[in-house]
């Protein structure tokens, strides 16, 4: 494994020691703290090569905030704890320094093993322990391709397509070919195997999202949305090809409108909903048609425009139904449904529950489109649970939530954090604040795993909620623990 050559602090600007950290350490050896963050690591999926050095560094001072893997590792060692409390500098405080003389440029690190495409390259295996925001690297995280695996991921979906001159041109929004020379950023014609590269991008933010939720995610994934339609712009030779790029595109839009949905971006959400339905009717793509009203219709709901979510899911049902895809269409009459508990009609939401339910009993077909995998009986039980809810049937919502949570695949972490955040909002409204707060605590040891700003909505809503019924045990340690956990930046 490389090591760092780092160049040591300035004289005039000794760092300070960190000596919260150094009280965490308690009476360990560097060398033993390091196995037990190496261990953290591995348990929420991330690979850190932390060792003795690594942690001196820390205890120094030399290491002002760390990068985005040992922030989630060190934040997973010690729940309820920010980085400030861990004895860090605030990130935007690091970041925001200005331009250095060239004698305070950023270390210069040795020469990397080559890196071989389809192996993850993750923080700290290529270029030692010691990644940027130390007190001499400042670039941004989001400007940089290769501080996080969800970056990675991303470029590699891309990088195992096509030749190098469209390759030049679909990763440059990513940073990822700065040394191209102008010849090689000529784009020749987009081939299946770009088509490909692209449809395994959309697979891998899926997946993603799924496991952790859009926060962090979203600025991320534009870059390729970028890519995608340079690829559309560079134009095909056969028309097969030239369809598989527009649905690409198209589902890769919705996809990151999707991030954006879920991390509060309303605004931006519906402008890739847009984008995505406009690529959908110049290409002629019925698929591609339904899933961006699908999704219009779920973020009108969640934006307050129940009327619209009605009319996006109604146009959805009618673009759709050819398609011969009957869960499909049950996951538009659930969302047709929502937007009737939103206008408070009940009527007209039982009657779009009744049509999901018999659609989604005629079970799975061949028609099913990949982008559905999520939909299965827990999330028709999730999503009649924010019908009952918005209508205010607290006790049936509550069943509903519980039966989605209960069903997940543990593969959906996401989606098991958001229907127990639904349980316990629903419980804490229906009169029942100790099964409420055990809902919300099993949603806080999620969210060491899931950045959602939605499911932190949701849980911010239940604490105020429950904050009369604070005397009781459990309440009480639910309120201290969600006031003390960390918040999105």
């Known amino acids: 494994m490389a090591s760092s050559t780092v160049t040591p602090p300035r004289p005039d600007r000794p760092p300070k020691p960190n000596l919260a950290f150094r009280q965490l350490r308690g009476q360990r050896s560097p060398a033993e703290f390091a196995a037990l963050v190496r261990r953290a690591a591995r348990e929420i999926g991330e690979r850190v090569s932390c060792d003795a050095r690594y942690i001196g560094r820390v205890e120094a001072g030399e290491i002002r905030c ?12 010690f729940p309820g704890r920010t980085l400030t409390d861990l004895g860090f500098a605030p990130r935007a405080s690091v970041r925001g320094r200005g331009s250095r003389a060239a004698d305070d440029a950023p270390c210069v690190h040795t020469a990397s093993p080559a890196h071989t495409i389809g192996e993850p390259r993750r923080t700290g295996e290529t270029h030692g322990a010691y990644e940027p925001y130390d ?6 995280p989001y400007d940089t391709h290769h501080n996080h695996e969800e970056s990675d991921v991303l470029r590699r979906a891309f990088m195992t397509g096509g030749g190098a001159t469209v390759a030049a041109a679909s990763l440059g929004p990513l940073g ?10 000529r784009v020749r014609h987009a081939g299946a195997s770009e088509a490909a590269a692209l449809e395994e991008a959309v697979r891998r933010i899926r997946l993603l999202d799924d496991r952790h939720g859009a926060d962090g995610l979203y600025r991320r994934a534009a870059a390729p949305l970028r890519a995608a339609y340079a690829l559309l712009d560079a134009g095909t030779t056969r028309q097969t090809t030239a369809d598989r790029l527009h649905s690409g595109a198209g589902e890769l839009a919705i996809s990151v409108g999707w991030l954006a949905h879920d991390s509060g971006r309303f605004d931006d959400a519906r402008s890739h909903y847009a984008e995505a339905l406009a690529t959908a009717r110049m290409a002629g793509d019925r698929a591609l048609e339904a899933h961006a009203f699908c999704n219009t219709a779920f973020l009108a709901r969640d934006a307050g425009r129940p009327r619209e979510a009605v009319r996006a899911a109604q146009a959805a049902q009618r673009v759709a139904r050819p398609l011969g895809s009957a869960r499909l269409m049950s996951l538009l009459a659930l969302r047709e449904a929502g937007g009737w508990a939103g206008l408070a009609d009940r009527a007209g939401c039982e009657q779009s529950l009744a049509r999901a339910h018999a659609f989604y009993e005629r079970g799975a077909s061949d028609a099913d489109a990949e982008w559905m995998s999520f939909y299965g009986e827990a999330e028709l039980a ?15 919502a509550a069943r509903h939530a519980g039966r989605a949570a209960d069903l997940q695949d543990p593969h959906f972490t996401r989606n098991i954090a958001l229907y127990t955040a639904e349980l316990a909002d629903d419980l804490a409204r229906g009169g029942r604040p100790d099964e409420a707060a055990v809902a919300g605590m099993r949603v806080l040891d999620l969210l060491d795993q899931v950045q959602s700003s939605r499911i932190q909505g949701m849980l911010a809503g239940t604490a105020r ?6 005397r009781a045990g459990g ?13 999105k930046a």
């Open 382 to 396: 999730g999503l009649e649970a924010q019908c009952w809810s918005t209508l205010g049937d607290w006790r049936r």
């Open 475 to 487: 309440v009480h340690e639910f309120l201290e623990r969600h006031a003390s956990a960390p918040r």
């Open 176 to 185: 990822l070919a700065p040394h191209a020379s102008a010849a090689e950023r």
């Open 66 to 77: 760390p990068n985005y893997a040992y922030e989630r590792v060190f934040l997973h060692m």
């Open 135 to 140: 007190t001499q690297n400042t670039q941004d």
């Open 465 to 470: 909620v429950l904050l009369p019924h604070r």
